[in-house]
């Protein structure tokens, strides 16, 4: 059984503050030419998509420098929803047996509930995770999925004078070679192990691609 766990991607779509807008109109059509073409226009990081190691990094690796492979990823699944705005998720809402054991998991779904404030204004102040939630996920050797615009905060008027600036998460894990999944929906109930299917677009040099995002369920 498969669940998709993306966001659809359309004309006016939310993205991130100052990326490209997206757009997508009619080039041809039955009628007119024989054949129906749409027009595309969007960013890298457009709705649910991976990061790659070059989105943070000066000499990280590009998507295409990956194998394919490495986008079927074993995952683990915590639920952490309700959660508040901008609220902080550390340490404690990690598994405890994160990157231990005989069979550790690729990536870390977390599951906070805000993909229910996409497309709206309240899904720019969504929930983060703390360094050291990033830094025990670095040690694991685990990366992160999230079903927000951002595993770090993302700059808003209502951002708190204690939140870390940049992007701490990004550079712990993207820094290590570890992925980064943004932009997740339908994540509720999802069983504590699945397997994630997040296979980017073939794009040139790209720091980051769209991705249907599948979990494979027993």
Do not use: K
């Not at 997040?198 to 027993?218: C, I, K, N, Q, T």
Request: glycine share 10%.
């Amino acid at each position: 059984m498969y669940r998709d766990l993306s966001h659809r991607i359309e004309t006016g779509m939310q993205t991130y503050p100052g990326d490209p807008e997206v757009t997508i109109s009619q080039a041809a059509t039955v009628s007119d030419d024989g054949a129906a073409v749409l027009d595309v226009h969007c960013g890298s990081h457009t709705g649910t998509h991976v990061d790659a190691p070059s989105h943070t990094e000066p000499d990280g690796d590009d998507l295409e420098d990956r194998d394919v492979g490495e986008f079927v990823l074993e995952a683990r699944f915590v639920d952490v929803a309700p959660c508040s705005p901008r609220e902080r998720i550390g340490p404690d809402a990690l598994p405890d047996d994160l990157g231990t054991g005989t069979d550790p998991a690729d990536i870390l779904v977390i599951r906070t509930g805000y993909d229910e404030h996409w497309s709206t204004d309240n899904y720019l102040d969504h929930p983060h995770l703390t360094p050291d939630a990033g830094r025990i996920l670095h040690e694991a050797d685990c990366g992160v999925g999230t079903d927000t615009l951002n595993p770090d905060p993302t700059p808003t008027t209502n951002a708190g004078d204690d939140e870390p600036e940049g992007f701490p998460v990004h550079r712990q894990l993207l820094g290590a070679g570890l992925p980064i999944v943004e932009n997740l929906t339908n994540l509720e109930g999802l069983p504590e192990r699945f397997l994630l299917y997040a296979f980017p677009l073939s794009l040139a040099d790209a720091d980051g691609a769209p991705v249907r995002a599948v979990a494979e369920l027993e």
